[in-house]
């Protein structure tokens, strides 16, 4: 399965289409891949596992997220004000 997500991630251009979001609007696709980057890594990290397969939801957030809002959560996750849940 790792060896699948880095294929993947060799091949990675711009965020594939996902079904749970058909609309034109991507707020919400954008909020999902953050939260599930950052639960990834918590998941992962904790375990002693290679984050690596997370990567995929950074990827895909980075490309469709406005730089200002991943800015202002990373903020809030610093700070311990981050209204999600990871």
């Known amino acids: 399965m790792a060896e699948d997500i880095k294929e993947k991630l060799a091949r990675?251009?711009?965020?594939p289409?996902?079904?749970?979001f058909p609309n034109q609007n991507q707020t919400k696709n954008c909020w999902?891949?953050?939260l599930d980057f950052h639960r990834c890594q918590r998941a992962l990290g904790a375990k002693?596992?290679?984050p690596a397969p997370c990567q995929w939801y950074?990827?895909?957030?980075k490309s469709i997220c406005p730089i200002e809002w991943v800015t202002t959560w990373d903020e809030y996750r610093e700070e311990g004000t981050f209204p999600g849940k990871i």
């Open 17 to 20: 289409f996902d079904s749970r």
């Open 48 to 50: 002693g596992q290679d």
């Open 12 to 15: 990675y251009r711009t965020a």
């Open 32 to 34: 999902q891949n953050y």
């Open 58 to 61: 950074f990827r895909v957030y």
